[in-house]
């Protein structure tokens, strides 16, 4: 099983006649993927062509709203490639349309603009589960991939994971290719995400075949300490942790915008003691983390 995605999610790309749409609409293909079509207002009506995961010449129609693709495709997933400034307004539409899945790449998106449509979704009732933004996506190895991350890394297999960060998602991916993953999501390192560790570590807790999980944090706010907490009170699988930025100053925004430290509150070490307490084994590396997976899945 996996959570969030899988072989049957039919989805849609928001700003599929774009340069970053066009060639990752590509790769979801590639991946298997059913993309059943694009929205674009001014070039609805129109066609885009790509080659599905066999070789095969594919039509995707494209539709002036999220809606109306909706409507003629039985999307359920939406994933946006739209520049930052027009985030806010795709968000709000596929909000609208009430698709439960939307993932959001863009980087940069404001954070008055994340807040907003945050704020909007819940005022929706949460129908629609955002990812993102400034995030790589979700992808169910072997299944169905909506996102940016390389869908040759790894196949399927009993781990999940989640993480703030795109490039790691990828390590640790690949560090663990010999066991293989159910669903692996890149939640993003924004201060206003829609998904969150504890959303996916709760959906992780109840997918009969995610036997062990891998959280993937980093420096600033407080998401490590409140998805320890939240371990601790509801996970019974096994967790082991990595978090980004042992050694980045104190008081320096480090990357992401959401990496603030200020004194200890947000530290790498703060967040590590935190996740320890609640019984999580945090590796000081990526591939140190993956070997502490290793061994608490062969005492499993």
């Not at 002036?64 to 520049?83: M, N, Q």
């Not at 949460?126 to 933004?133: F, N």
């Not at 504890?198 to 980093?218: H, Q, R, S």
Request: proline content about 5%; glycine content about 12%.
């Amino acid at each position: 099983m996996t959570i969030f995605l899988n072989k049957d999610s039919k989805v849609i790309v928001q700003g599929i006649t774009g340069g970053e749409g066009s060639k990752h609409t590509a790769r979801m293909l590639a991946a298997g993927t059913q993309v059943v079509g694009g929205v674009n207002a001014r070039k609805a009506g129109t066609k885009v062509l790509h080659t599905d995961a066999a070789g095969n010449p594919v039509e995707l129609p494209v539709f002036a709203s999220v809606a109306e693709a909706i409507a003629a495709t039985g999307a359920d997933v939406s994933i946006a490639f739209v520049p930052p400034a027009f985030t806010k307004d795709a968000v709000v539409e596929a909000i609208d349309a009430a698709i439960p899945l939307l993932v959001i790449i863009t980087e940069g998106v404001p954070v008055q603009d994340s807040a907003e449509f945050w704020a909007y979704a819940k005022e929706k009732g949460d129908a629609t589960r955002i990812i993102g933004p400034n995030c790589p996506g979700i992808i169910s190895p072997g299944e169905a991939l909506v996102g940016i991350t390389p869908a040759n890394i790894t196949g399927k297999g009993p781990i999940g994971l989640v993480s703030k960060s795109g490039t790691l998602t990828y390590q640790m991916m690949y560090e663990l290719r010999d066991l293989g993953f159910s669903t692996a999501i890149g939640i993003g390192g924004d201060p206003i995400i829609g998904t969150t560790h504890i959303d996916a570590l709760a959906a992780f807790e109840a997918d009969p075949e995610t036997k062990a999980i891998v959280m993937i944090g980093e420096i600033g706010g407080d998401a490590e300490e409140r998805a320890a907490d939240f371990i601790k009170a509801n996970v019974t699988k096994p967790v082991v942790g990595y978090v980004a930025g042992f050694t980045a100053p104190e008081g320096k925004t480090m990357g992401h915008a959401g990496a603030i430290v200020s004194g200890s509150a947000g530290t790498a070490q703060a967040k590590k003691e935190a996740l320890e307490a609640a019984g999580v084994k945090v590796g000081k590396t990526p591939s140190e983390t993956a070997q502490l997976l290793r061994e608490v899945y062969a005492a499993l």
